[in-house]
């Protein structure tokens, strides 16, 4: 069963625009964003890709580390690891990029280990590496970014009362996305993968709303 208190590492065969291999444990203390797209992938064009470069330019890198992890789930011919590295240096992304292990059938590793549908998917983890949010299609600029600011405002060794604390205020001050339901965030459209996973918001049993 996926436990969102110890989710597990982002397996990679490489990384663009990182000087070493990055890994959710070595950046426990930070609040981390990943994610998970495909580089033909329309929705992460237009949305999932220009979203984690507007969070890269307006947060801190001390504080919070935006990830993407290239997720090919088809065309595998097209979407080579060559492909992706002239792909990051045309359209400039600024921000460090894994290339998801894939598994013996091809699909990558994290999409069977986060239940991920499709492309974008967002992953939101705390200051102590605990799973709070999962998105998959477009997530709220304004909704996301106050959601970032009240993990920042946690401390790195918080315990799960100031956790759902914060959680709390931040639900009476936020309105809920329109198909956001008892906490269920799932933004469409995206690049579906074959498998059929809900959305989830793993808060500490305070959703929004």
Known sequence: MFDPENPPELETTGWINADAPLTLKALRGKVVVVV?????????????????????????????????????????????????????????????????????????????????????TLLLFDRAGRLRRHYFGRPDDMQLAAEIMGLAIEDANSPREQAAGIEHKMGRALRSPE????????????????????GHDHSHGHAHG
Request: charged letters at 15%; proline letters at 10%; hydrophobic letters at 45%.
């Open 36 to 120: 998970a797209f495909q580089m033909l992938c329309p929705a992460c064009l237009e949305h999932g890709l220009p979203q984690a470069k507007r969070l890269a330019q307006k947060f801190n890198p001390d504080e919070v580390v935006i990830v993407g992890l290239h997720t090919v789930f088809e065309h595998h011919a097209v979407m080579s690891p060559a492909a992706l590295q002239v792909f990051m240096a045309e359209f400039k992304w600024p921000f460090p990029v894994g290339i998801a292990a894939a598994g013996p059938d091809g699909i990558p590793k994290a999409m069977a280990a986060y239940q991920m549908q499709g492309t974008p």
């Open 179 to 198: 198909h956001a339901h008892h906490g269920e965030h799932v933004h469409g459209p995206g690049c579906n993968h074959d498998h059929d996973h809900a």
